[in-house]
């Protein structure tokens, strides 16, 4: 079993920065694909970025690239979601996932293992 523990969120102008932390608990931790996913009002929850088990492997949806850095420190059981030039579409819940392949998938039915979340608000 793994329990992962978002942290980070909250209010933040336009342009700003926000970093967001997933704790886990799971001994298992560097071996799982981990994702960051958001649900902004009225939409379906989307895949923001993922990286595998070794933090070599990343993938950026195309509206974060170059804002956005995912990382994850094995030892710490810990991953990380930097988040610059902040714009008020951002404004969503932010969840962490966790899913025991090598390689990430976009869909969330794919992902084992969920954070509670996070709000994440830009204000413009």
């Known amino acids: 079993q793994v329990q992962l523990v978002e942290s980070g969120g909250g209010l933040v102008q336009a342009g700003g920065s926000l970093r967001l932390s997933c704790a886990s608990s799971?001994?298992?931790?560097?071996?799982?694909?981990m994702g960051w996913f958001r649900r902004a009002p009225g939409k379906e929850r989307e895949l923001v970025t993922a990286?595998?088990?070794?933090?070599?492997?990343?993938y950026y949806a195309d509206s974060v690239k170059g804002r956005f850095t995912i990382s994850r420190d094995n030892a710490k059981n810990t991953l990380y979601l930097q988040m610059n030039s902040l714009k008020p579409e951002d404004t969503a819940v932010y969840y962490c996932?966790?899913?025991?392949?090598?390689?990430?998938?976009?869909?969330?039915?794919?992902?084992?293992?969920w954070g509670q979340g996070t709000q994440v608000t830009v204000s413009s």
């Open positions: 990286i595998n088990w070794s933090g070599v492997g990343t």
């Open positions: 996932a966790a899913r025991p392949l090598k390689y990430y998938s976009a869909r969330d039915s794919d992902y084992e293992y």
């Open positions: 799971g001994r298992a931790f560097s071996i799982y694909t």
